[in-house]
T-cell receptor, first 113, second 117 residues
């Protein structure tokens, strides 16, 4: 059974640009969540999608957005990149309510220069 | 809002020994889940063990077990017969249940565990 796949693994962008990250969940999982991990702030919840609908959102500015497709694959987008957006972005999937635990991908390391 | 506290930033232990990682949390909820995740250098967060708050019995997964003290809001992880592959960052996480949909995971700051050969 394939795990959660995140692409790309590494990304370098310039301040002011925008970026799109992709996440393919485990087959059959309809919930996809995104987290940002930084040394200073730790792991912070960005948003969660279920059946193409955003079900929950963290406390991030509107520059951070996401979407989910009918095959449950999800993308997150960050516009007008800032240096502080440099982080490891982790995607996690679950069958429904996450009570059995989430399965995480290996993340996308974004560096903004 | 929920908070999760891991008071041990770093720990090290000899291979084959037992180590306990501490976690406390603060919530007014009664129905929630607690998790321990490990993050090795490969960056992928791996679920180690989960605990349902309404179950008094402590969860166990092979060499990993928890000591769940609901009244004290404490959720420690014990690793027995530690192995080199246990070297990783360990995160304690809290999740409450909404009526609809997933609640987010709230993570602690992590404990960096090193197993010494």
């Amino acid at each position: 059974k394939a795990g959660v796949t995140q692409t790309p693994r590494y990304l370098i962008k310039t301040r002011g640009q925008q970026v799109t990250l992709s996440c393919s969940p485990i087959s059959g999982h309809r919930s996809v969540s995104w987290y940002q991990q930084t040394p200073g702030q730790g792991l912070q919840f960005l948003f969660e999608y279920f059946s193409e609908t955003q079900r929950n959102k963290g406390n991030f500015p509107g520059r951070f957005s996401g979407r989910q497709f009918s095959n449950s694959r999800s993308e997150m987008n960050v516009s007008t990149l800032e240096l502080g957006d440099s982080a490891l972005y982790l995607c996690a999937s679950s069958a429904d309510r996450g009570t059995d635990g989430y399965t995480f991908g290996s993340g996308t390391r974004l560096t903004v220069v | 809002a929920q908070t999760v506290t891991q008071s041990q930033p770093e720990m090290s232990v000899q291979e084959a020994e037992t180590v306990t990682l501490s976690c406390t949390y603060d919530t007014s909820e009664n129905n929630y889940y607690l998790f321990w995740y490990k993050q090795p250098p490969s960056r992928q967060m791996i679920l180690v063990i989960r605990q349902e708050a309404y179950k008094q019995q402590n969860a166990t997964e092979n060499r990993f077990s928890v000591n769940f003290q609901k009244a004290a809001k404490s959720f420690s992880l014990k690793i027995s017969d530690s192995q080199l592959g246990d070297t990783a960052m360990y995160f304690c996480a809290f999740m409450k249940l909404l009526n609809f949909g997933n609640e987010k995971l709230t993570f602690g700051t992590g404990t960096r565990l090193t197993i010494i050969p």
